[in-house]
């Protein structure tokens, strides 16, 4: 074979094989970048664990002082507490709330002369979203009256559903057990 064809043939591999080489490189920055979109937006996806964490925090902690006033009340100041309890109610859960409230607790409050008086001795979060947390709470209730006069303490446990509205978690379930 003459010098000239040889280097030639050379040459021709060399090409190819540098080409090849460019190709590899190229598919392999395209996968390496679609692996950093892909991560990115996954990421982006996930909640903050730090977020969910702080607002399970203020959840269980309006789900106490809303339980606390939920369930206590004076028969003298009856009417005042329920409107103030309203503003931590939503959903039909604040109707249901102010049905109870006018038609079954305030006349035998009023009639007793009852007053109760809620603690709530520690919450713990059931279960959570980020607009919706369940909150369990541990209440002991005193109560006195005219047909009471020595505190009777009720021990009672509370799941509260708190709905986040706005920037406020309001309670719009709760369930007694």
Same mark, same amino acid.
Not at 42 to 48: C, I, K, T
Not at 60 to 83: F, H, K, P, W
Not at 111 to 133: E, I, L, W
């Given at each position: 074979?003459?010098?000239?064809?040889?280097?030639?043939?050379?040459? !021709?591999?060399?090409? /190819?094989?540098?080409?090849?080489?460019?190709?590899?490189?190229?598919?392999?920055?395209?996968?390496?970048?679609?692996?950093?979109?892909?991560?990115?937006?996954? /990421?982006?996806?996930?909640?903050?664990?730090?977020?969910?964490?702080?607002?399970?925090?203020?959840?269980?902690?309006? /789900?106490?002082?809303?339980?606390?006033?939920?369930?206590?009340? $004076?028969?003298?100041?009856?009417?005042?507490?329920?409107?103030?309890?309203?503003?931590?109610?939503?959903?039909?859960?604040?109707?249901?709330?102010?049905?109870?409230?006018?038609?079954?607790?305030?006349?035998?409050? !009023?009639?007793?002369?009852?007053?109760?008086?809620?603690?709530?001795?520690?919450?713990?979060?059931?279960?959570?979203?980020?607009?919706?947390?369940? !909150?369990?709470?541990?209440? $002991?209730?005193?109560?006195?009256?005219?047909?009471?006069?020595?505190?009777?303490?009720?021990?009672?446990?509370?799941? /509260?559903?708190?709905?986040?509205?706005?920037?406020?978690?309001?309670?719009?379930?709760?369930?007694?057990?």
């Amino acid at each position: 074979m003459p010098k000239s064809q040889t280097s030639a043939q050379g040459a !021709v591999g060399t090409s /190819a094989g540098a080409s090849g080489r460019r190709g590899w490189l190229a598919s392999l920055a395209c996968l390496v970048a679609a692996c950093c979109l892909l991560a990115g937006v996954a /990421a982006a996806s996930l909640p903050d664990a730090g977020e969910r964490g702080r607002a399970e925090r203020a959840a269980a902690s309006q /789900a106490r002082t809303s339980v606390e006033q939920m369930l206590s009340y $004076n028969y003298r100041t009856i009417d005042g507490q329920a409107a103030q309890v309203e503003g931590l109610l939503t959903g039909p859960f604040k109707n249901e709330f102010s049905a109870a409230m006018d038609k079954e607790i305030k006349p035998l409050a !009023v009639k007793n002369q009852t007053v109760v008086s809620a603690r709530v001795s520690d919450v713990g979060v059931m279960s959570s979203t980020p607009s919706t947390v369940k !909150v369990l709470a541990f209440v $002991n209730q005193a109560r006195v009256g005219s047909d009471q006069k020595q505190p009777v303490v009720d021990q009672n446990r509370v799941i /509260a559903t708190m709905t986040k509205v706005g920037e406020r978690w309001l309670v719009s379930r709760v369930d007694a057990f």
